[in-house]
């Protein structure tokens, strides 16, 4: 597979060129040149980041209103399946347009507080792993594909940086606001 270059800004909805940007600004920072490794590469920063994060830290907001640790970690796990799903579905070459999905409907019924740091983040470990594995047998044909989500046009390519983006804001996020 050759490198998945950034897409195009009429690749994704406007709302999704903050996590583009944040993947971008993150292989820059690293010296990597393809989004594929950032994935690879996330999955050791969080095994980093959350080694010596007590259970406790799960049911911790880091202001009123806000989403805990453990909601905040589902939900990445939640939308990286979602993004995932829709690469998978358009790579496929599926023109069904995708339904849109709203994250704090789910957040509540997520179940998070009952379950235990360590099974979150194996989850999300388990989901990146699948994500990589459906990003790493794509070609540059299906890469290339583009679909309708969310009532707007949308390519792999474009979902790919979005996964690698959405993981990155989250990172910088539990680094600064849950464990700062």
Do not use: C
Request: aromatic share 8%; proline share 4%.
């Amino acid at each position: 597979m050759t490198p998945i270059a950034r897409p195009a800004a009429n690749e994704h909805a406007p709302y999704y060129a903050g996590y583009i940007d944040a993947a971008e600004a993150s292989l820059t920072q690293r010296g990597l040149a393809d989004v594929v490794a950032l994935l690879e590469a996330q999955t050791a920063d969080w095994q980093a980041l959350m080694a010596a994060v007590p259970e406790s830290a799960a049911s911790h907001a880091y202001a009123p209103g806000k989403w805990t640790l453990g909601e905040s970690l589902v939900h990445v796990s939640d939308t990286e399946r979602v993004f995932a799903y829709r690469l998978l579905r358009i790579a496929r070459g599926d023109r069904t347009p995708l339904p849109g999905f709203e994250q704090d409907d789910w957040v509540p019924t997520s179940r998070a507080g009952r379950r235990s740091l360590a099974d979150i983040l194996a989850e999300m470990y388990a989901v990146r792993a699948a994500t990589l594995a459906l990003v790493r047998s794509l070609d540059d044909e299906a890469i290339g594909q583009s679909g309708v989500a969310s009532g707007k046009d949308v390519t792999a390519r474009a979902l790919v940086w979005m996964i690698a983006g959405h993981m990155q804001h989250h990172f910088g996020l539990t680094r600064d606001k849950y464990l700062g």
